[in-house]
T-cell receptor, first 116, second 114 residues
């Protein structure tokens, strides 16, 4: 079956530090990959996505590149802010011949705390 | 658009009690789903629906029932609550088929079963 593995947290950084959150996946087909962010007390929001190999998703200064050869989708940001403090989830959705509505497989989440 | 709404935001139950978590969306989405979020385990799919009158089980369906009588609403029922069902519950929806379609999440319901 499908699975997503994220780096263990929590991650604590100072403002303007470089961020990497590792994500690797296992899937039998050709999945799309997503990063979701959950701010305190809120639901999940889509941060970025990539739908095929070598695609780069980007949003709000965050980037992730779909690496099929290493089955990875690591999240990076060059300079984090206090407002980036949240829980980050890596997820995949497998392409089941066009009938895959919306079943996502999530990683366990990584808590990020950024200090001033 | 209100997006995906969930009620209540918080709930405390005693073991054996029943309750319904409400979920509604106003985006005319076909697909709706329920997840539970537990520390260190990410989100796990409980039940999902691909349209009115159609539901199916996800990864962790035991102890939960769902129905989909309208496109807009997708309630989750706990028939006899157990402490193992203490969790944060999220409802989500997306429109149409395809791996690229974004899921929109509600704000969550935090449930405690004593």
């Amino acid at each position: 079956g499908n699975s997503v593995t994220q780096m263990e947290g929590p991650v604590t950084l100072s403002e303007e530090a470089f961020l990497t959150i590792n994500c690797t996946y296992t899937a039998t087909g050709y999945p799309s990959l997503f990063w979701y962010v959950q701010y305190p007390g809120e639901g999940l929001q889509l941060l970025l996505k990539a739908t095929k190999a070598d695609d780069k998703g980007s949003n709000k200064g965050f980037e992730a590149t779909y690496r099929k050869e290493t089955t990875s989708f690591h999240l990076e940001k060059g300079s984090v802010q206090v407002s980036d403090s949240a829980v980050y989830f890596c997820a995949l959705k497998e392409d089941a011949g066009g009938t895959s509505y919306g079943k996502l497989t999530f990683g366990q989440g990584t808590i990020l705390t950024v200090h001033p | 658009n209100a997006g995906v709404t969930q009620t209540p935001k918080f709930q405390v139950l005693k073991t054996g009690q029943s309750m319904t978590l409400q979920c509604a969306q106003d985006m005319n989405h076909e697909y709706m789903s329920w997840y539970r979020q537990d520390p260190g385990m990410g989100l796990r799919l409980i039940h999902y629906s691909v349209g009115a009158g159609i539901t199916d089980q996800g990864e962790v369906p035991n102890g939960y029932n769902v129905s989909r009588s309208t496109t807009e609403d997708f309630p989750l029922r706990l028939l006899s609550a157990a402490p193992s069902q203490t969790s944060v519950y999220f409802c989500a929806s997306s429109g149409g088929q395809g791996v690229h379609n974004e899921q929109f999440f509600g704000p969550g319901t935090r449930l405690t079963v004593l």
